[in-house]
Structures are given as C-alpha cells and as structure tokens.
T-cell receptor, first 116, second 114 residues
Framework: AQKVTQAQTEISVVEKEDVTLDCVYETRDTTYYLFWYKQPPSGELVFLIR??????QNEISGRYSWNFQKSTSSFNFTITASQVVDSAVYFC?????????????FGKGTRLSVIA | ETGVTQTPRHLVMGMTNKKSLKCEQHLGHNAMYWYKQSAKKPLELMFV???????ENNSVPSRFSPECPNSSHLFLHLHTLQPEDSALYLCASSQDHRAFNTQYFGPGTRLTVL
C-alpha cells in the first residue's frame, strides 16, 4: 500500500529564516512519482513539483529546493529566506502505480506560518 | 479563463436542499476529479472521470451524484446532505486518469450544511 507521512503538523518561523518540510513515503513500486502542492488560505492547491523515482537529482527553483533520497524514502522541501506569502499548508503526494490503478495518495499536510 | 474554475466558491444549504457544484477546466485534459477536504483530515478522493466515463467511485454516499457531460465540465449534485458533509470540495483535472499525471486543482467550493 502507498503511504505518505508528513510528521510536522505545524511549523512557525520568522521571516527570512530557512525552513524544511519533511515528507516520507512508502511504496512497493519501483516506478513512482512524488509531488508537492501548496494550499494558501484561498483554498486552491497549487502544483509545485513532480519528480519520478529514477531522478534523484536535487532541484532548485528560486527560493524553493527539493531533496529526494530513495535510501531514506524521503522527499523534503526547503524554503530559503521564507516570506509571509509562503504561509500555507503544504502537501506531499505519491503516485505509486504506473498503470494508474492506484490513486494519488496525499499526506496530511504541514501548515507553515511565516511571521513578519 | 485559464486553469480550473469552480462555482460557487461558497455554498450554505439546508439538509433538505438540492444544489450542484460546477467545475470547468480549460487545460484540454481528459480526466477530472472530485475531492473532499474536511478539517484535520487528508484529502479524500471521491470520483474520477476519464473521457466522460466514471473510473473511480470511492464508496461515496449516494447523496453525492457526479455528472460529466464532456471532458471540460464536471458537476457534483448534492441532495439531503448531512452536517458532516460540510467541507471544502475540490475539483482537479489531469491529462489522463493515471495517477502519475500532474493534477491541477480549482479553488474549491466551501460547503456548509446546516
């Protein structure tokens, strides 16, 4: 069975601090995809990144970076120099079946509050 | 308009009312989804449509009735709801229904059942 664990329920940081959101996943599939979404107070889930299981290179997009480590089944998300606009709930998700028979599995989310 | 749109954004209804939620995607996708997001619960997948055919129905009560007249529109018809059905209902779309495709979400409809 697929499972995504986001152990941090809530995180609070002061603006300009760096913050890392943890994501640990479980799957028996050799081919799988990992996602991060951002949900601001408006409610919409905003897609941030998709990575496949064969690409372990870290990715950086502006102040966002992602660290994918298959050895620890983790796909952590770091925000550098956090800003108030980063305040949101962040979801990690896993697609563990290439054939599509298993739906996308979401973690419970981490609520990030960035204080000015 | 671009992306995925949902109307209404907010809805308050009594338990005996009948209402419908509407979702429209402008991304040329072939799959559409309904999710329920309750407070302090993970996102729950309700229905999946691919090319207007339902491919997933996760034991959702019959008081929720989906309709997909074409690949760009998805409705969720509501009747005789319960207070515990109050939640944020999110619509999403993707290229096709296989889960490795990126799903793009609408802004949601916040439903309150009195």
């Amino acid at each position: 069975a697929q499972k995504v664990t986001q152990a941090q329920t809530e995180i609070s940081v002061v603006e300009k601090e760096d913050v890392t959101l943890d994501c640990v996943y479980e799957t028996r599939d050799t081919t799988y995809y990992l996602f991060w979404y951002k949900q601001p107070p408006s409610g919409e889930l905003v897609f941030l990144i998709r990575r496949n299981s064969f690409d372990e290179q870290n990715e950086i997009s502006g102040r966002y970076s992602w660290n994918f480590q298959k050895s620890t089944s983790s796909f952590n998300f770091t925000i550098t120099a956090s800003q108030v606009v980063d305040s949101a709930v962040y979801f990690c998700a896993l697609s563990g079946n290439f054939s599509g028979n298993t739906p996308l599995v979401f973690g419970k989310g981490t609520r990030l509050s960035v204080i000015a | 308009e671009t992306g995925v749109t949902q109307t209404p954004r907010h809805l308050v209804m009594g338990m005996t009312n009948k209402k419908s939620l509407k979702c429209e995607q402008h991304l040329g996708h072939n799959a559409m989804y309904w999710y329920k997001q309750s407070a302090k619960k993970p996102l729950e997948l309700m229905f999946v449509y691919s090319l207007e055919e339902r491919v997933e129905n996760n034991s959702v009560p019959s008081r929720f009735s989906p309709e997909c007249p074409n690949s760009s529109h998805l409705f969720l018809h509501l009747h005789t709801l319960q207070p515990e059905d109050s939640a944020l209902y999110l619509c999403a779309s993707s290229q096709d229904h296989r889960a490795f495709n990126t799903q793009y979400f609408g802004p949601g409809t916040r439903l309150t059942v009195l």
